[in-house]
């Protein structure tokens, strides 16, 4: 009886499979971008953890585009259970290295996504990615102009006050 529904889909099998990954993912960035607000508030980088609950919101609506997605093409979307949240960092370096670390991952999720769905002729999978492809050169772009204002301010004494203000140019 299942075999008979998933071939109504109009979603592929193994698209829908990534995809459900691809939703575990985001709901992890997610949480993972709440634990950096909290610890960015508990450290006294208040814009920095306006950055993080910001960050957290958008990850959520990623996870719900594909989720989404998946109910518009016939597919069963897993909600997912979020496990391993990392909530101690070093510094506020170590913070955002880690941001670019998460979200290089999910550039090459997306990415392999998109060549399988390339290889398996699954055309709506492949053009619904497009958004997503266009969002991660936006997503780690943004990690890597800060990273680099972290490297020229410098993190001693008023250099940490100084990056924290300085996050807020990135937030919209």
Known sequence: MKDIARQSMSIKVE????LNAQIKMEAHASATYLAMASWCEQNGFFTSAK????QAEEEREHMMKI??????TGGNPISPEITNINHDYSSIVDV???TLEHEVKVTKS???????????GDIATERFLDWFVMEQIEEENTIRD?????EITGTEGVGLQMID????NWID
């Open 15 to 18: 698209s829908m499979d990534m």
């Open 51 to 54: 950055f993080f609950f910001k």
């Open 67 to 72: 989720f989404n997605f998946l109910v518009d």
């Open 96 to 98: 955002f290295e880690s």
């Open 110 to 120: 997306i990415h392999n996504i998109v060549n399988k769905s390339r290889e398996i």
């Open 146 to 150: 800060i990273l680099d204002m972290i």
């Open 165 to 168: 203000n300085q996050v807020a």
